[in-house]
C-alpha cells in the first residue's frame, strides 16, 4: 500500500482498487500477435498470451495461427527463462521468468479451442476455431505468487489475489494452513500491522513482561557485535529473573553496522560488515544490572544500567571487545573469555 492510502477515504481507496484491477486487465490481456489492428494510441501494449497460476504452477495460453502443429513451433523451457514462437519468426513470448521453474515438471501442448474472445476492443471481430500453445510450469517456490510471466512484462498486485475457497478447501490440513498464514500475512503487511510471526515476538515479549515485572527488558549491549539495544524475551535455565552471569534470549531492537578492520603494512580496510541486525534473535550474557547483587562478604554492587554482551550458538562471544566494566560475578561463572576481553571487573 501507498503511503498516501492512508489518507483516503474508503470510496476513493475502492475507486483506486478498481482503476488499478483495470488497468492491470488490459496490460495482461492476450491478444492474438498475427492480428494487425490500428489501436487507439492511448491503448496500453497488450501481451501476446493469457495467463493464470496457482501457489503450485503457472498455465501460460499462447495463441497461434491456425493450422499450426507442434513440429512448426519452438518451445523452450528452462529453470530461469522461456521461449515460445513459430520456426523461422520473431519469438511470441521470450523473456526471464519471474522465478525459478521444474524443468522436469513443466510441459506444453498445442490444443484447438472454439472460443469467441469478446474483448471490448474486438466486440466486431470475434476470433473462431482458434489454436493455441498450452504451457504448464512448475513452480519451486509454492508459497509465493507471480507478479508477472517474464520480468520485463507489466506486474500484477499479488497483494490482491484472493484464492478460491473451493481451492482451500482441497488442500491438505498442513498446506492450507501455510496458504492461510500467507494471506493473512499479506493483508497484515497492506494494513500496515504485524504478521503472524512478528505478533508472535510480541506475544513472547510481553509473557515475559508479565512473569519478570522486576526486570526491565530493555537492555545495553557494551560489545563490538553490531547489536545496540535488545529486549529479554527469556531467561535460560528457568530462573526467574536474570542477574549478572546469566543467559538470556534477546531480540535486537537497535543495530548499526560496524566495521571489521584489518591491518596490512600499516593500512587499514573497512569492511563494513553487520553481525547482528535489527530483528533478530540472539543469546546474551547478563554483565551488569541496576539490581544490587550481593556478595559472599556481605557487601553489594549495582550497576546504572543493565547490559549484555552477545553470544554465537556455541555461548561464545560474538564480539571481539567490551566496552565499559563488568561484573566480577562473571569470573565467578567461569565467563574467563568474557573477562578477558573487559577492560575493568568490578
Known sequence: ??????????????????????????????????????????????????????????????????????????????????KVGLKGKEPILEGELCKDVKMEDSTWTVIGKLKRHLIWILANHPVKDSREVFIELEKINKMEWWKNVVTHHPEIDTTKIQPENSKLSDLDGETRGMVEKMMFDQRQKQMGLPTSDEQKKFDMIKAFQAQHPEMDSLLKVIDNSG???????????????????????????????????????????????????????????????????????GSFVRFDDNAVIMLNKQGQPLGNRILGPIAAECRQKRWGKVVALAQKIV
Not at 497460476?53 to 495461427?65: F, G
Open 1 to 82: 500500500m501507498d503511503k498516501n492510502d492512508d489518507n483516503l477515504t474508503e470510496a476513493e481507496r475502492d475507486a483506486k482498487d478498481k482503476a488499478q484491477r483495470e488497468k492491470e486487465a488490459l496490460e495482461q490481456a492476450g491478444l492474438f500477435p498475427f492480428f494487425t489492428i490500428n489501436f487507439p494510441s492511448h491503448f496500453p501494449p497488450a501481451l501476446p498470451y493469457t495467463w493464470k497460476q496457482t501457489l503450485e504452477d503457472v498455465e501460460i495460453h499462447v495463441p497461434i495461427p491456425k493450422g499450426t502443429r507442434s513440429r512448426d513451433l519452438v518451445v523452450e523451457i528452462k529453470k530461469k527463462s522461456i
Open 227 to 297: 547489536a545496540l539495544v535488545v529486549e529479554c524475551i527469556n531467561v535460560i535455565g528457568g530462573a526467574r529473573h536474570a542477574s549478572v552471569g546469566d543467559e538470556i534470549v534477546c531480540v535486537v531492537k537497535k543495530a548499526k553496522t560496524i566495521a571489521n578492520t584489518t591491518e596490512s603494512g600499516g593500512a587499514v580496510a573497512s569492511l563494513g560488515a553487520t553481525r547482528l541486525k535489527r530483528g533478530e534473535i540472539s543469546r546474551g550474557l547478563v554483565v551488569r544490572t541496576r539490581k544490587e547483587v550481593r556478595r559472599l562478604d
